[in-house]
């Protein structure tokens, strides 16, 4: 069993930084894969980036190549992810969940979920 606790959203301007952290407790934490998406409303949950339980593998979905970055700090059991030159189509709800599975771009594949935290980035 893995509780995920997400934190670090708030109100930015175009063009800011965020960095949003997940915190994890329950035993064997580098098993997991860490995954980050995000959702808006009356919209479907959307893939952001992944990392593997070792850290030394990432994966990130186009619209955010290159401007985001995950990692993770196993011996403090949290993941992070680095966000920089935010637009306002990246406000949403950013949740972190847990997948035993390699790189796992589908929210199917991750078992445990944060309660998510608000980014909201403005014009």
């Known amino acids: 069993q893995v509780q995920l606790v997400e934190s670090g959203g708030g109100l930015v301007q175009a063009g800011g930084s965020l960095r949003l952290s997940c915190t994890a407790s329950?035993?064997?934490?580098?098993?997991?894969?860490v995954g980050w998406f995000r959702q808006v409303p009356e919209k479907e949950r959307e893939f952001v980036a992944t990392?593997?339980?070792?850290?030394?593998?990432?994966y990130y979905a186009d619209s955010v190549k290159g401007r985001f970055t995950i990692s993770r700090d196993n011996a403090k059991n949290t993941v992070s992810l680095q966000m920089n030159s935010l637009k306002p189509e990246d406000t949403a709800v950013y949740y972190c969940?847990?997948?035993?599975?390699?790189?796992?771009?589908?929210?199917?594949?991750?078992?445990?979920w944060g309660q998510g935290t608000q980014v909201t980035v403005s014009s």
């Open positions: 969940a847990a997948s035993r599975r390699f790189l796992a771009t589908s929210s199917g594949a991750y078992d445990y």
């Open positions: 990392i593997s339980g070792s850290g030394g593998s990432t």
């Open positions: 329950g035993r064997a934490f580098s098993r997991y894969g």
